[in-house]
Protein backbone atom coordinates (compact mmCIF):
# COMPACT_ATOMS: atom_id res chain seq x y z
CA UNK A 1 0.00 0.00 0.00
CA UNK A 2 2.71 2.25 0.66
CA UNK A 3 4.45 1.80 -2.57
CA UNK A 4 1.12 2.93 -4.42
CA UNK A 5 0.66 5.96 -2.48
CA UNK A 6 4.18 7.16 -2.78
CA UNK A 7 5.21 6.34 -6.70
CA UNK A 8 1.18 7.63 -7.26
CA UNK A 9 1.05 3.89 -8.89
CA UNK A 10 -2.60 2.70 -11.08
CA UNK A 11 -3.73 -0.50 -9.22
CA UNK A 12 -6.20 -2.51 -8.72
CA UNK A 13 -7.53 -2.99 -5.17
CA UNK A 14 -10.22 -5.57 -3.94
CA UNK A 15 -12.12 -4.09 -0.75
CA UNK A 16 -14.38 -6.05 1.99
CA UNK A 17 -18.61 -5.12 1.96
CA UNK A 18 -18.48 -1.76 1.05
CA UNK A 19 -21.81 -1.42 -1.02
CA UNK A 20 -24.98 -2.47 0.65
CA UNK A 21 -25.66 -5.71 -1.00
CA UNK A 22 -22.30 -6.84 1.43
CA UNK A 23 -20.86 -8.12 -1.68
CA UNK A 24 -16.85 -6.90 -2.39
CA UNK A 25 -15.76 -4.56 -4.65
CA UNK A 26 -13.05 -4.40 -7.27
CA UNK A 27 -11.95 -1.19 -8.32
CA UNK A 28 -8.80 0.72 -10.19
CA UNK A 29 -7.00 4.12 -9.58
CA UNK A 30 -4.65 5.92 -7.54
CA UNK A 31 -4.40 5.89 -3.73
CA UNK A 32 -3.86 8.88 -1.67
CA UNK A 33 -3.44 8.45 2.04
CA UNK A 34 -5.39 11.04 4.38
CA UNK A 35 -4.72 9.85 7.75
CA UNK A 36 -2.50 6.94 9.27
CA UNK A 37 -4.76 3.95 8.07
CA UNK A 38 -7.37 5.91 5.78
CA UNK A 39 -6.80 6.76 2.15
CA UNK A 40 -8.92 7.87 -1.06
CA UNK A 41 -9.12 6.12 -4.26
CA UNK A 42 -10.11 8.45 -6.86
CA UNK A 43 -10.59 6.34 -9.98
CA UNK A 44 -10.42 6.94 -14.11
CA UNK A 45 -13.79 8.03 -14.21
CA UNK A 46 -13.59 10.32 -11.28
CA UNK A 47 -15.86 8.18 -8.63
CA UNK A 48 -13.56 7.96 -5.00
CA UNK A 49 -13.89 5.93 -2.18
CA UNK A 50 -12.63 6.48 1.43
CA UNK A 51 -11.56 3.22 2.75
CA UNK A 52 -9.41 2.17 5.91
CA UNK A 53 -6.15 -0.03 5.49
CA UNK A 54 -8.51 -3.22 7.06
CA UNK A 55 -11.21 -3.17 4.11
CA UNK A 56 -8.45 -4.29 1.41
CA UNK A 57 -8.43 -7.76 1.11
CA UNK A 58 -6.10 -7.10 -2.04
CA UNK A 59 -4.19 -4.57 -4.20
CA UNK A 60 -1.88 -5.09 -7.08
CA UNK A 61 -0.40 -2.85 -9.99
CA UNK A 62 -2.89 -2.33 -12.78
Same mark, same amino acid.
Given at each position: ?7 ? !? !?? +? $??? /? ?7 ? *?????? *??? $??? /???? !??? $?? +? *??? !????? /? ?7
Amino acid at each position: MQRSVTDN !L !LV +N $IQL /DTINPTNQR *VNICGQ *VTR $IKN /DQFI !LKT $IT +N *VTY !LFNKM /DVRYIAQA
